[in-house]
């Protein structure tokens, strides 16, 4: 019995939100540098080992940053029934709901705005190391914007009770079945209005998100409930998560709606970097200044990894 009691300590539900989940994210961040022209490709190329790596560094900030948080997500309900009744401009979001909510309720079409900008002012300075990291992070908030459970406020179907489904949706199905996945996307295009091309994003990914929960509720209500998890060992801990056929059931069920959100992430990824060098004067990509982090930014860094290897998540989960 004692054993038993040691054993169900040790057992741990993969249910924790990570936004796309790790390795999501640096794919989409890899194969949006392929969707890149040749005056670009070459540097993106050339460093796409960082583009890569760095994808979840704005993850990495949620153990750190008290406020970064809401930048990954919009709860549309908290905000308006209507999606289209939100200010799409921040000056007008600010007057109507206020900072206080505006930071509790999620400001991630603001925050692409914001990277955008921070993209476009590396390119005109011809900043290597700010290029690259305005580029991770602004990959980062356009995959969680093609995210269906990062646009509600039942964000982890904590209140249909079908807490874990979005850690399923986001990381366990594209984990088992990406390599299925054609990422052949096209070519980056220019984008005339970033705040308007991702407010498109956002309404038709809150549009999918009665298909995600909906079809999760049927699938569970008639798949045997014995068959619906499984275990795994890792590092002496036994881990529990959906298991294959349940994920297979649900992935099929939708239509492929999770490559499809992926494809539409690494072009629109593709499209922002290329606007944002467009709109920058498309400086040549060679011979490119680097300026070092301040010893505050360093210091930061440091602090970001430290918290984060700590494991304790600040605000809510995603």
Partial sequence: MKRLTILAALIIPIFLCTSWGFFAHQRINNLAVFTLPGDMVGFY?????????HAVDADKRRYADTLEAPRHYLDVENYEQ???????????????????KLNTDGIVPWQIQRSYYGL???????????????SADLGHYIADAHVPLHTTANHNGQLTNQVGIHA??????????????NFVVGKAHYIENPLQEIWKVIKHTHSLVDTVLSFEAELNASFPASEKYSFSERNHTVLKQYS?????????????????????????TGSFWYSAWVDAGQPVLQNLIKIELLPNEQRAEKETENQYQKGILIGREL
């Fill in 45 to 53: 190329k050339k460093n796409i080992r960082y583009i890569t790596e």
């Fill in 82 to 100: 209507n999606i289209d009744s939100i200010p799409e401009k921040w000056d007008d979001a600010l007057a109507k709901y206020g900072l206080k």
């Fill in 120 to 134: 476009v002012k590396a390119f005109k300075t011809r900043d290597s190391l700010k290029i690259l990291k305005y």
């Fill in 168 to 181: 399923f949706w986001e990381s366990r199905l594209p984990e088992l079945f990406s390599t299925q996945y």
């Fill in 244 to 268: 294959r056929a349940y994920a297979k059931a649900y992935h099929d069920k939708m239509n492929n709606m999770v490559e499809k959100q992926m494809r539409a992430a690494i072009l629109t």
